[in-house]
């Protein structure tokens, strides 16, 4: 029964963890997000609601969330929101991606990226 478990999951309810995101709803954030960069790292979490890698990156992300961390941390749906995307990308100069991460410290993306390797990236060096 453990390979079947390991398999389809539990159907024991997994305690889930808030992450304490803020919505990315509109580009005069990003001017925002710029500021703030100068006195506390800023994170975006871009994330496509139609793509299957996208929601288990963005799972994984989450369960190896540290909630202690001293950073701000934006969720952008963007598909919603693509000119906030489109904007993004131009802004902090990372070609678009999905799923994709961005660090900005002092008004530069200091660390930036997509897919699986988002979970490669220790946040608390930043």
């Known amino acids: ?68 961390a001293n950073l701000d941390l934006y969720y952008l749906d963007l598909l919603s929101y693509r000119d906030v995307s489109n904007e993004a990308g131009y802004k902090f100069q990372v070609m678009h991606q999905s799923p994709q991460l961005l660090i900005i410290k002092n008004g530069v993306t200091v660390a930036h990226a997509s897919h699986g390797a988002i979970n490669d990236i220790d946040l608390s060096v930043f």
């Open 1 to 68: 029964m453990g390979f079947l478990k390991n398999i389809f999951g539990s159907s024991e309810p997994k305690e889930e963890k808030d992450l304490p995101w803020q919505a990315l709803t509109e580009v005069s954030q990003l001017d925002e997000i710029e500021k703030r960069s100068i006195t506390r790292t800023q994170v975006i979490f871009k994330h496509s609601t139609r793509c299957g890698i996208s929601s288990m990156v963005m799972n994984q992300f989450v369960n190896m969330y540290d909630l202690d």
